[in-house]
């Protein structure tokens, strides 16, 4: 804890927070140094860390606007930032720092030219203009925005994190975590850390393992420091620079492609002899013809007369405006993409353009095409660890050059042939310098020990509010379903605990006639019974699991049990799996009551609609802690909450957040009251169950010298600097970063980012999953701005809002919200646009950040008014997230068709289905119409209105019934009927559900029906008693902008 009494002040953390992750609070939120945004300027430094506080206690901390920083509290939503000091193993460990070859004892992570961050030193309040006139935009301590940084240099790191300088190493060591633990104050939950901090010691050479993931994966820039400051060959453009736009702006015409003809790749002007099909240093002379952006792309629009701007297909990301010879081998946006796809040269032109800069990754995504490499040698460079890709360039064909820090490298003699084409002397065509995603079976190098099985455990809770839900029927019955399809391979092990004020081990040994239940009931100092046969191997003991599964839901159908001690079971079934690791999926129906991390009720309904909402942070810093045990044996705990009362999914959800875990909510679940929560949880535990699993996982994302990762979001802990640690990776899971411009790009026209996955399959294999962006650098506002993708900075900020409730409020983040547009807009305006046109100038790529932030500040997470819970909300920010940006935005704005006039015009044709596109409307009931039936596609959620009057011919040709009263209160699915109406709109619900790894239920929803205010709720462009319609939100925009 940290105490009120120390002062948080001068960026000095107070303990190791960072490197438990621990949000950085506010000391991050964004990178873009001095702006004037709340999001923005509240970068408070902090001292996060680990050292939570509990919530409450510092009533002064929750406006963001004191000059103090404010400490802590970012244990919930807070994303993770790199650490400084405290992860430091010696020189040249820091990713994307220019390579330094200094004293060891003093971490010179600049190069000379650029000592520390640029200082923010225009504040200029006056510049932003505030709508609620209740932030004062950087007015307060300067953020050292990267403040871990700022000091380094002096080598005064004992100053700002005594406890860190202090410990010879930190990287994920469970030892010297439990210290920090220690000396975090309270003692109610030392003790208990202790304890399983030497359980988790005594557990093998944990230790060892996680400092050597750091080395095996490989740091930042290590060794050899050839610091290549510039890059010579590059210096001609590679993208089409955009032409200024004239006063005029509207219908530009397109940008004339005069200049170099297409394609010419002649490579004139390279190192001779040698040409490299798919880029090269000497490739960019032939570039310049590239130009991707179509016309429309340069318009201006004046939102105020143009308001619809919502395309009828859905919206697709940018193209970044590279050679189309690079572009064809760019990463799918699907996978991995930037809010900026045209890069700010420096710091100073991206603060400009008021925009954040980051990442946004779904690595770890189901593909259906995936290059994969055997081969014993996996070429790295030797400085920076980046794995080879398409955006090399070779100088011969014996050296290469890397993208991100430019060192030349040897080509090693077997990359001299090529596998696939059985040629020697061509490694630019080997695959993985063809493909910017590409899968490495790795070698023994990079594994710490030998790959372990596939363990899951599963953890219920048996209290008589579990069985009033009914959920275990559900549960067994899903497992039974799919045993036989959870990843795996003859070594998976399997195992089952129970829980309510006791604790009941389960045991499964081969041979047995049934399974023999332990129960223990000392929960102060939990004990595992025989712990070698609680997990067993499933083929062994399949019919001992079968049944168990079949016998538990009745096993305590007479209960009268009402405790719950959560805290118990799960320190139980860490013990259980510490020595494997694995995945741990814990079923809760209540507030935990008994034990460690018991928990009081706090949410007050009458708080609701207040959007000084105090309890987005946990109350016990219990879950948080043990969720780092977890991590560090290789431990993801998986949490299903199904209650109808307050759970405190805030602190509760720690336990997934942190061990890189994922979060499901079914509010109200019962068996029988609520078939559509039956049925929901049955379709996810489906997916869940048989979806891919990769184990003992990291991944580390690098990027081209200059730039800079700073602020993570997502379910992980952050190991070392910037390694973060996935006991589980998923392929639903999502994951974002903040970057800024540490050094000017001037000398390079392409910036590079790459992330690797290093991961054990099911199939006990160590592979490693590469994806590499490509991006231009350029140099003016207009650029960047042409470059924008409105999504992705839709999706970055919902990251950094929910980071921002959680350190300061939900006031704070909803302004912040509304200040990234005003900002950026206002920018646009002062620097691009020469001439003053009255109306919402913006520029085509932004046409919809109006809409996606008015969207955002409507969403679950973010609204006020009386109608969200708090659990719903705290799961709505966990989405937040975890999601991958695609469905981050199909919740924020949902797609909504007509469907009860489906036509086969401009439908697809797909393997002889034909699949009708109706066009996506604007979310307004303006597009309601009685007569007709409207779907709308939420992402997990599919909702069907229908309308009073709708017609007869729908009712009967799709929906199967006479007449509108028919319709049957619940319905989840529609009849298959034999009429080309029901065809059509079955082709067409099913070919959304086809582009989704999970089952999206669908709700018919009649017009006096219940879920028909949830169908409403998603008219974002409508008014609502607590929030603003489209058009008023606009004219709120142009007034703060044209001020
Ligand atoms: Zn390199």
Redesign the pocket.
């Known amino acids: 804890m940290s105490q009120p009494g120390i002062p948080a002040s001068g960026g000095a953390p107070t303990g190791l927070q960072a490197q438990n992750g621990a949000a950085s609070a506010s000391g991050s939120l964004y990178s873009n140094g001095p702006v004037q945004n709340a999001l923005v300027s509240s970068q408070i430094s902090v001292n996060q860390g680990y050292n939570s506080q509990l919530p409450g206690s510092y009533p002064h901390l929750i406006p963001a606007k004191t000059l103090n920083p404010v400490s802590g509290q970012s244990n919930y939503g807070g994303s993770q930032t790199v650490s400084p000091l405290s992860n430091y193993q010696g020189p040249g460990q820091t990713l994307h720092r220019p390579p330094v070859a200094s004293n060891p004892a003093t971490p010179s992570l600049h190069s000379a030219p650029v000592p520390r961050m640029p200082l923010p030193t225009s504040h200029n309040p006056a510049a932003t203009p505030m709508p609620s006139g209740s932030f004062l935009p950087g007015a307060n301590v300067h953020p050292p925005l990267n403040w871990q940084y700022n000091y380094s240099s002096t080598g005064s790191q004992t100053n700002h994190c005594p406890p860190a300088s202090s410990q010879p190493t930190i990287s994920g060591n469970t030892n010297l975590t439990s210290h920090q633990y220690v000396s975090s104050g309270d003692p109610s939950f030392q003790n208990n850390f202790i304890k399983s901090g030497i359980a988790s010691n005594t557990n093998n050479g944990s230790m060892v393992v996680h400092n050597s993931y750091d080395e095996i994966e490989g740091g930042g820039?290590l060794a050899t420091p050839q610091h290549t400051n510039k890059n010579p060959t590059m210096s001609r453009s590679v993208g089409y620079s955009y032409p200024s736009l004239p006063p005029g702006y509207q219908n530009t015409g397109p940008p004339s492609t005069t200049g170099m003809p297409p394609s010419s790749l002649n490579y004139s002007s390279g190192p001779q002899g040698f040409t490299q099909t798919p880029l090269g240093a000497n490739h960019l002379a032939a570039s310049m013809s590239g130009l991707s952006l179509h016309p429309e792309g340069l318009r201006v629009i004046n939102l105020l007369q143009e308001r619809n701007m919502l395309p009828a297909t859905p919206l697709r990301p940018p193209v970044p405006n590279l050679h189309e010879d690079i572009q064809k081998l760019n990463c799918n946006p699907e996978l991995f993409r930037c809010t900026l796809t045209s890069i700010p040269q420096t710091q100073a032109l991206l603060n400009k353009a008021k925009l954040p800069l980051g990442l946004l990754l779904h690595p770890f995504k189901d593909l259906v095409q995936l290059p994969v490499v055997t081969s014993s040698t996996i070429v790295r460079?030797?400085?920076?660890?980046?794995y080879i890709n398409p955006f090399v360039s070779f100088l011969d064909q014996r050296r290469w050059k890397?993208n991100?820090?430019?060192?030349v490298?040897d080509v090693p003699e077997e990359f001299m042939y090529n596998p696939l084409t059985r040629v020697y002397g061509e490694p630019h065509r080997r695959p993985e310098v063809q493909n910017a995603t590409i899968e490495f079976m790795a070698p023994s190098e990079y594994m710490l020990r030998p790959p372990q099985p596939p363990v899951y455990l599963f953890v219920f809770d048996v209290s008589h509010n579990a069985v009033e839900t009914g959920y275990l029927n559900s549960v067994c019955q899903s497992l039974l379903d799919n045993l036989d399809l959870l990843p795996g391979n003859t070594r998976t092990k399997i195992g089952f605990i129970t829980f309510d004020s006791t604790i009941h081990f389960y045991s499964l040994q081969e041979g047995l006639s049934q399974p023999q239940m332990l129960i223990v009931s000392d929960i102060e100092d939990v004990f595992i019974p025989m712990p070698e046969n609680l997990l067993v191997n499933l083929n062994e003991s399949k019919e001992l699991v079968q049944d168990l599964l079949k016998t538990l839901p009745q096993m305590f159908t007479k209960t009268l049990e009402t405790q719950s001690a959560l805290g118990p079971a799960l320190q139980a079934a860490f013990k259980l799996m510490s020595p494997t690791g694995g995945r741990m999926s814990v079923f809760q129906t209540q507030l935990p009551t008994l034990g460690v991390g018991a928990l009081r009720p706090r949410e007050e309904p009458n708080q609701r609609s207040s959007a000084k909402e105090i309890h987005l942070t946990p109350s016990t810093d219990f879950y948080k802690k043990l969720a780092l045990d977890c991590s560090g044996q290789q431990v993801a705990v998986d949490l299903f909450l199904l209650s109808g009362q307050y759970s405190d999914l805030a602190s509760l959800g720690c336990i997934s957040r942190y061990s890189a875990g994922s979060v499901y909510y079914y509010p109200s679940y019962h068996h029988q009251q609520n078939p559509v929560q039956v049925q929901k949880l049955q379709k996810e535990l489906q997916r869940y169950l048989t979806r891919k699993i990769g184990f003992e996982a990291v991944m580390r994302i690098r990027c081209t010298k200059g730039l800079s990762i700073h602020t993570f979001h997502g379910n992980f802990f952050v190991r070392s600097t910037d390694l973060l640690s996935l006991p589980n990776v998923n392929p639903d899971a999502g994951y974002a970063v903040q970057m800024s411009v540490e050094e000017s790009l001037t000398d390079t026209q392409l910036v590079s980012f790459q992330s690797a996955l290093l991961y054990t399959s099911s199939k006990g294999e160590r592979r490693i999953r590469v994806h590499t962006l490509c991006l231009p650098v350029v140099s003016t506002l207009n650029e960047v701005f042409l470059g924008a993708d409105v999504q992705a900075i839709s999706g970055l900020l919902a990251n950094m809002a929910v980071d921002r409730s959680v350190t300061a409020s939900l006031s704070d983040a909803r302004d912040a919200l509304v200040n990234a547009v005003i900002d950026s807009l206002s920018a646009y305006r002062s620097s691009v646009l020469n001439n003053q046109q009255p109306g919402l100038m913006v520029p085509f790529s932004l046409r919809l950040f109006p809409l996606f932030v008015l969207a955002l500040l409507k969403q679950k997470s973010f609204q006020t008014g009386t109608n969200a819970r708090l659990d719903e909300r705290i799961f709505a920010m966990c989405q937040v997230k975890n999601q991958p940006l695609v469905y981050l935005m199909l919740t924020t704005h949902p797609s909504l068709y007509r469907v009860d006039n489906l036509s086969d015009e401009g439908a697809l044709n797909i393997n002889d289905r034909t699949i009708p596109q109706p066009p996506i409307l604007q979310l307004s009931v303006e597009k309601l119409s009685r007569d007709g039936a409207f779907l709308m596609d939420a992402g997990s959620v599919l909702m069907l209105w229908v309308g009073k009057n709708c017609g007869q011919n729908f009712l009967s040709q799709v929906l199967g019934v006479q007449n509108y009263a028919l319709i049957p209160q619940i319905m989840t699915d529609l009849p298959e009927l034999d009429t080309p109406e029901s065809a059509r709109i079955i082709a067409f619900i099913s070919w959304l559900r086809e582009q989704r790894p999970f089952f999206p239920i669908l709700y018919v929803i009649r017009d006096e029906s219940p879920m028909k205010a949830n169908f409403l709720q998603n008219m974002v462009e409508d008014r609502t008693e607590s929030a603003l319609s489209y058009y008023e939100f606009l004219l709120h925009i142009q007034q703060q902008v044209n001020k």
């Open positions: 820039f460079c030797r400085s920076c660890r980046t890397c991100l820090c430019y060192r490298n």
